[in-house]
Structure formats: C-alpha cells, structure tokens
T-cell receptor
Framework: DTEVTQTPKHLVMGMTNKKSLKCEQHMGHRAMYWYKQKAKKPPELMFVYSYEKLSINESVPSRFSPECPNSSLLNLHLHALQPEDSALYLC????????????FGPGTRLTVL | GQNIDQPTEMTATEGAIVQINCTYQTSGFNGLFWYQQHAGEAPTFLSYNVLDGLEEKGRFSSFLSRSKGYSYLLLKELQMKDSASYLCAVTDSNYQLIWGAGTKLIIKP
C-alpha cells in the first residue's frame, strides 16, 4: 500500500475562519511533509516531520500551524489566511527524511475568500 | 545558489519518443527524482537515479551523468495520457529536495 490520503479534497474558507487539513499514511513511513503548490509552479516545502518531531520549518507564516499527533497522521491548522494562500496543499511521506522517495497524497485545493 | 533547469514546454506526437532534459547545479548531490504531475493532481513518482547510467522502467527510462550535472527522462510509445508536467528534483547535501519548475508535455494525435 503506497497510499497517502488527504482530506478534504476541496476547501473554501474566509479570512477569519479556522480550518484543518488532514493527512494519513499507513506505510510505516517516519517522515511526513507539507508542501504548497501554486499553478504552474513546483511544490514549495513548508514543513518536515521526522519521527513525529518538526525538523524543518521553511519560514512559514504562523497562520499555518502543523501538528503530528502520531506517526501516521499529519495535520495543518489554518487560521486567518489571506487570499494569496489559495493553492494546492500536498502532503507527502517517505521511509525516512533525506534521500528517500517521497509519496504524495492527492492534495487539498484551498480557496481563501 | 541551487538551480535546476528544464524546458518549460515540449510537444510530441502519439506513438513517438520524447526526451526531457534536466540540468542541475546544487550544493552536493544525493539523488535525482522524476515525478509526473497531471493538472490539478499530485505528483506521482516515476524514477530515481543516484548512480550514473540508465534506469529503465517500462516505457519510461531515466539517465544520469553526475559529472555533467545532467539527467533526462525518455518516454517511448507516447500515449495521450502522458500529457502532463514532468518535474525533475535533486536531493542536495543537506538532504533537501530541490525542485525544477517542470516541463509541460503536450501529446498530439
């Protein structure tokens, strides 16, 4: 099973809303990632969790707050977002952080009004 | 700085062969990945090269020359479903994945 799942598939939220994106994998991978991708651009790394600990935070604004409740789950909490935060949010996992292949979930298409 | 170059767009004919090139200048090298991404969907892993040479996987092959900082993805017997963006990504010395901007491949009948 090489599947990473993400919910919801689509999300529309206002700038004052609080919402969460969820990601799950059952491959026993110990590294999980959040990426943001704008149209016609490559994915931009936001956060990396390794063994359930945040190992990389790529200078992401505090309105994005990641959480890793356990080795299979990764959340991204959203609060007071801006319209320019509208994008495809991708979760990925790999056996370990580093050179291992990353497997991506289907993404959440986020629109901020 | 870190840089990965790939053509922005390529067009090919159904049934033909196409080669997508990728050149990189990164601080160290720990492997090169090719991903396929259909519009609005997530990237799908295609291939991984860490040693020089050709890796073949069905209709897709990927080549690496570390001394030249060069890779290519070769797609044979093109099908309409191969229309997608193809992303080259390199793992640097800090094990960070550096992404190219992607090559949009258009397949014509």
């Amino acid at each position: 099973d090489t599947e990473v799942t993400q919910t919801p598939k689509h999300l529309v939220m206002g700038m004052t809303n609080k919402k969460s994106l969820k990601c799950e994998q059952h491959m026993g991978h110990r590294a999980m990632y959040w990426y943001k991708q704008k149209a016609k651009k490559p994915p931009e790394l936001m956060f990396v969790y390794s063994y359930e600990k945040l190992s990389i935070n790529e200078s992401v604004p505090s309105r994005f707050s990641p959480e890793c409740p356990n080795s299979s789950l990764l959340n991204l909490h959203l609060h007071a977002l801006q319209p320019e935060d509208s994008a495809l949010y991708l979760c990925a996992s790999s056996p370990a952080a580093g050179a291992d292949t990353q497997y991506f979930g289907p993404g959440t298409r986020l629109t901020v009004l | 700085g870190q840089n990965i170059d790939q053509p922005t767009e390529m067009t090919a004919t159904e049934g033909a062969i196409v080669q997508i090139n990728c050149t990189y200048q990164t601080s160290g090298f720990n492997g090169l990945f090719w991903y396929q991404q259909h519009a609005g969907e997530a990237p799908t892993f295609l291939s991984y090269n860490v040693l020089d040479g050709l890796e073949e996987k069905g209709r897709f092959s990927s080549f690496l020359s570390r001394s030249k900082g060069y890779s290519y993805l070769l797609l044979k017997e093109l099908q309409m479903k191969d229309s997608a963006s193809y992303l080259c990504a390199v793992t640097d010395s800090n094990y960070q994945l550096i992404w190219g901007a992607g090559t949009k491949l258009i397949i014509k009948p």
